[in-house]
């Protein structure tokens, strides 16, 4: 009688074949990790920028305001000190919108270089380890097909 190809072990034997390269996971993670460290770089540089900004915009604020509050010798003063309060508030405004932009534009373009930059790295890897794992998994075939030729 012929006997039953034992599956089993076949699989078993094959999955042996096929050893799980940890190191492949390692790199992902220092990959992503690295990725992170320099978006949060990014993100970090842009808050410290927008913090001066506000800040320097708080303090000229309370500057004018302070220039603005001051008594005044004739009541058509305190509309002149409220049209010039008001004029540099506006200006002020425009000039910081201008920079918080810049800002933006900024965290826009090096957010952009680093998904690109990771992107290549990625296909580039990705690249080698499908090459390592049919280099791998064509001799593992080799040597399954032959120990089963061999029984």
Not at 10 to 32: C, I, L, R, S, Y
Not at 68 to 73: F, L, M, P, V, W
Request: glycine letters at 2%.
């Amino acid at each position: 009688m012929t006997k039953t190809p034992d599956m089993t072990k076949m699989v078993q034997d094959m999955m042996a074949a096929f050893p799980v390269d940890g190191t492949a996971f390692q790199n992902a993670f220092k990959t992503q990790a690295a990725m992170g460290e320099k978006l949060t770089k990014v993100a970090l540089e842009a808050a410290e920028k927008s913090t001066e900004i506000t800040s320097k915009w708080a303090k000229d604020t309370i500057a004018k305001m302070a220039d603005a509050s001051k008594a005044k010798a004739d009541v058509a003063e305190y509309g002149k000190a409220a049209s010039d309060f008001a004029s540099s508030a506006a200006e002020m405004a425009a000039e910081n919108m201008a920079a918080f932009a810049e800002i933006a534009k900024k965290v826009q373009m090096e957010t952009v270089e680093l998904m690109l930059a990771a992107g290549k790295d990625a296909s580039e890897e990705a690249q080698a380890a499908v090459k390592k794992a049919t280099t791998e998994a064509s001799a593992a075939v080799k040597k399954a097909a032959s120990a089963a030729a061999a029984k």
